[in-house]
């Protein structure tokens, strides 16, 4: 399964990395990824206006896009869109942070897993 992380550099610089997380076979039950230790779940929705200037994420999150999707920025000026049903790993919690704005001009929910 394939999600991207965005993390910082030495530099404080912030920059995203596509990572896979291996999935075994388990029969009828599909295919499942080994256990990740998690710390909490938090439920999100943002405003259709949400544009979030520079920030760092409060802590090490997955991001599951609810729906709506988003803009992410690097503070590179990299720049990619992430749709409903994808997951982020945010892990720039120091350095220069990232930017995020709404796609489309409408209420957006997520689900933040703290790790």
Do not use: W
Request: proline letters at 2%.
């Amino acid at each position: 399964m394939k999600i991207t992380k965005i993390f910082s550099d030495k530099n404080g610089e912030s920059h995203f990395e596509d990572i896979e997380i291996p999935l075994i076979n388990q029969g009828e039950i599909g295919f499942l990824s080994e256990d990740v230790d998690v710390k909490k779940c938090q439920f999100r929705t943002v405003s259709a206006e949400y544009n979030y200037d520079f920030h760092h994420a409060p802590q090490k999150q997955y991001i599951v896009l609810l729906d709506g999707g988003v803009e992410i920025e690097t503070s590179l000026g990299e720049i990619r869109q992430f749709q409903t049903g994808e997951i982020i790993l945010v892990e720039d919690i120091s350095g220069k942070g990232h930017k995020t704005k709404n796609l489309q001009k409408k209420e957006r929910t997520s689900l933040f897993i703290h790790i």
